[in-house]
């Protein structure tokens, strides 16, 4: 039986991902320093499994995951810990460096010394940079990141790469498309959304909303992951996408047709420095090798995130905090 310890698991992919394996013959410790997006209640139904248990900490803490990963003989690491909204990446980008590349190496360097079997590190097709209107991001795809966000999950794959070439470090990475769910926070464009169109709100979409990107509902993410921490093969990288194009403004205006809202509630505003236009992934690599693919279409992911919102309100209402509005404040109000 091994053990896992699980990374930012407190967060929206994190907490998906150990909801997914909590009935796997697996032991968890999940590690959270619990930052603005971390939350328990997202593990609420399981937080008193016996195969479970909550730290709560840092990363950057040397001795703090020294200690994990001997007293629990840790397995295998999924580093899901990082920094990753994009808007708040140019807002101050000193924690997504502290987080995303400080906070892997130090895991990496207590996962060499205590000998763990696989690290897997949860990157992103961002780092990819943008696409034009033909193509798609492969493994092969050189990294160009254009965002403060997606250059630091950049540095930090680089490093993986590094460690594996010449420590030997057992690592794999995953690159995933843009994921979208249960317990996603509300700064992301679809809970945002959501969130937005059921106080009748005005919907902020930046530019023209012409920006595509590709999206997978968390679970089939979840699954990809595992695949790849269980059968993938060490120092290889896997694209996990949804296979689901989707402008920013069709989005947008699909999800207020299943709200029945108004389109009138969108509210274009000034782009965000160096918007990305398009992203899509190759899956052929984790197809071929790991038999995956995604289960859900987008127009019934979709539906399936809508009514987890609409039936889990108490929820949302309880993310929308003080915190909250005055980063939505100042994200979106002079634009």
């Known amino acids: 039986m091994k053990t896992i310890l699980v990374t930012g698991g407190a967060g929206f992919i994190g907490s998906n991902f150990i909801k997914y394996i909590i009935d796997k013959d697996v032991n968890i410790i999940n590690l959270d320093k619990l930052t603005y997006a971390g939350n328990l209640s997202n593990?609420?139904?399981?937080?008193?499994?016996?195969?479970?248990?909550?730290?709560?900490?840092?990363?950057?803490?040397?001795?703090?995951?020294?200690?994990?990963?001997?007293?629990?003989?840790?397995?295998?690491?999924?580093?899901?810990?990082?920094?990753?909204?994009?808007?708040?990446?140019?807002?101050?980008?000193?924690?997504?460096?502290?987080?995303?590349v400080?906070?892997?190496?130090?895991?990496?360097?207590?996962a060499r010394n205590a000998g763990i079997e696989r690290f897997l590190q949860v990157s992103t097709d961002e780092v990819y940079g943008s696409l034009g209107t033909e193509g798609k991001f492969n493994e092969e795809t050189p990294l160009a990141p254009n965002s403060p966000y997606s250059a630091s999950k950049a540095a930090a794959d680089q490093a993986v790469i590094a460690y594996n070439h010449t420590f030997g470090l057992p690592a794999i990475i995953t690159r995933c498309s843009n994921n979208y769910g249960p317990y996603q926070f509300p700064e992301k464009l679809i809970p945002l959304v959501i969130s937005n169109?059921?106080?009748?709100?005005?919907?902020?979409?930046?530019?023209?909303?012409?920006?595509?990107?590709?999206?997978?509902?968390?679970?089939?993410?979840?699954?990809?992951?595992?695949?790849?921490?269980?059968?993938?093969?060490?120092?290889?990288?896997?694209?996990?996408?949804?296979?689901?194009?989707?402008?920013?403004?069709?989005?947008?205006?699909?999800?207020?047709?299943?709200?029945?809202?108004s389109d009138s509630l969108i509210s274009f505003v000034k782009d965000r420095p160096g918007h990305d236009l398009r992203y899509a992934i190759d899956i052929s690599k984790v197809n071929n090798e790991l038999n995956w693919s995604p289960n859900h279409q987008f127009k019934d992911g979709l539906e399936k995130?809508?009514?987890?919102?609409?039936?889990?309100?108490?929820w949302l209402l309880s993310i929308i905090n003080g915190d909250y509005k005055d980063y939505y404040k100042q994200q979106y109000s002079n634009r």
């Open 197 to 261: 169109a059921l106080a009748d709100k005005s919907i902020p979409v930046y530019g023209t909303g012409e920006n595509v990107r590709d999206w997978i509902y968390v679970e089939d993410h979840c699954i990809g992951i595992y695949s790849a921490l269980m059968n993938g093969s060490l120092g290889e990288v896997y694209n996990i996408g949804g296979e689901s194009e989707v402008s920013n403004i069709d989005l947008v205006k699909n999800i207020l047709q299943l709200l029945e809202k």
């Open 102 to 110: 400080i906070g892997t190496l130090n895991l990496m360097d207590c």
């Open 305 to 314: 995130t809508i009514n987890w919102y609409l039936t889990n309100s108490d």
């Open 43 to 100: 593990l609420k139904d399981i937080e008193e499994s016996t195969n479970y248990k909550f730290i709560q900490g840092d990363i950057c803490s040397k001795d703090l995951v020294s200690f994990i990963l001997q007293e629990y003989n840790i397995d295998y690491i999924v580093n899901f810990a990082a920094e990753s909204h994009v808007d708040r990446s140019i807002l101050d980008s000193t924690p997504f460096y502290q987080t995303n």
